[in-house]
C-alpha cells in the first residue's frame, strides 16, 4: 500500500507561481513513477508531468517551460513548481504513484486557482 498526500495549492493571481507537494508513505520502494494530474471543472482528468524512480521526467505540452517535477528521495516527495500560472491552470491537482506491480494510488488532490 502507498499513500500520498498532496499540498501547496491556493489562490494565485495569474503569471503567479506555486510549489505542489506530493508526499508518499508506506511501500514507497515499490513505486516506479510519480505523476501530476489535473481536473478542470467539467473537464476530464489530464496528466501534468512524470517523473520516474530513475529521474526521467515527461511534461504534457501546456506544461513545457512553465512546470517542473522533482524529487526528494530523503523526504519521499514529489515537488511540482509552477510558474507563469494562467487561469486555464486552475483545477485540482492530483498525485498519483506506480507500482512495479502495477498498483497505482491518488492523493485526495489539491486545488490550485488562477484568479485576478
Known amino acids: 500500500q502507498v499513500q500520498l498526500v498532496e499540498s501547496g495549492g491556493g489562490l494565485v493571481q495569474p503569471g503567479g507561481s506555486l510549489r505542489l507537494s506530493c508526499a508518499a508513505s508506506?511501500?514507497?520502494?515499490?513505486?516506479?513513477?510519480t505523476s501530476w494530474y489535473r481536473q478542470a471543472p467539467g473537464k476530464q482528468r489530464e496528466l501534468v508531468a512524470v517523473?520516474?524512480?530513475?529521474?526521467?521526467?515527461t511534461y504534457a505540452d501546456s506544461a513545457k517551460g512553465r512546470f517542473t517535477i522533482s524529487r526528494d528521495n530523503r523526504k519521499n516527495t514529489v515537488d511540482l513548481q509552477m510558474v507563469s500560472l494562467q487561469p486555464e491552470d486552475t483545477a485540482v491537482y492530483y498525485c498519483?504513484?506506480?507500482?512495479?506491480?502495477?498498483?497505482?494510488?491518488w492523493g485526495q488532490g489539491t486545488q490550485v486557482t488562477a484568479s485576478s
Open positions: 508506506g511501500s514507497i520502494v515499490s513505486i516506479i513513477a
Open positions: 517523473i520516474t524512480s530513475g529521474g526521467t521526467t
Open positions: 498519483h504513484a506506480r507500482t512495479l506491480t502495477g498498483y497505482t494510488y
